[in-house]
């Protein structure tokens, strides 16, 4: 079965402006989660959304957003972009069962901002 | 809080084994482990759950010990396509919904 699709896979902005990232996810999943990568930080959550309702959330400011749509597709926003938030966003798509579940990752989507 | 890998990098000759570390200061209720190579996803490898057990991939299998509160990923005769970084996810409790919290990675270099 197809696995998860994110896009665009490449974006670049600049300081100030807000980015719109959709995430695709395995059918038949509900949950999506996305995540943060940089070669500083490394992988860091920022957050999950399961059946259109954020379930879990991570330390990242308010200008980081999501939704998610009643197929579980999900979109991620950034409004007002710094240049700390260039980064390879990536989301996980998984059954959103109660308890441990496996996440399986989207080839993610590459943000510079300049 | 973000658990800690061990070692940071690794150079391996093809057939050589390697153990990967994943240490919390914070009781576990289970630990992801995943490999991603250059450029792509991380791709899921296997989940253990708090209770010390011991699962298998292939040549790659891992262990959870739960006094310790560490996980060890064990790569046995090693192949080139082993190559990548590995991660280590965590998770505290048995709570609703996913939230890895993720260690630093482990970079692998297996060598012909």
């Known amino acids: 079965k197809a696995g998860v699709t994110q896009t665009p896979r490449y974006l670049i902005k600049t300081r100030g402006q807000q980015v719109t990232l959709s995430c695709s996810p395995i059918?038949?999943?509900?949950?999506v989660s996305w995540y943060q990568q940089t070669p500083g930080q490394g992988l860091q959550f920022l957050f999950e959304?399961?059946?259109?309702?954020?379930?879990n959330k991570g330390n990242f400011p308010g200008r980081f957003s999501g939704r998610q749509f009643s197929n579980s597709r999900s979109e991620m926003n950034v409004s007002t972009l710094e240049l700390g938030d260039s980064a390879l966003y990536l989301c996980a798509s998984s059954f959103g069962l109660e308890g441990t579940d496996t996440q399986y990752f989207g080839p993610g989507t590459r943000l510079t901002v300049l | 809080q973000q658990p800690v890998q061990s070692p940071q990098a690794v150079i391996l000759r093809e057939g050589e084994d390697a153990v990967i570390n994943c240490s919390s200061s914070k009781a576990l209720y289970s630990v992801h482990w995943y490999r991603q190579k250059h450029g792509e996803a991380p791709v899921f490898l296997m989940i253990?759950?708090?209770?010390?057990e011991q699962k298998g991939h292939e040549k790659i299998s891992a262990s959870f010990n739960e006094k310790k509160q560490q996980s060890s990923l064990y790569l046995t005769a090693s192949q080139l396509s082993y190559s990548g970084t590995y991660f280590c996810g965590t998770e505290m409790g048995n709570n609703a919904g996913n939230m890895l919290t993720f260690g630093g990675g482990t970079r692998l270099m297996v060598k012909p």
């Open positions: 959304y399961f059946s259109e309702t954020q379930r």
């Open positions: 059918s038949g999943h509900r949950s």
């Open positions: 253990l759950l708090k209770g010390g």
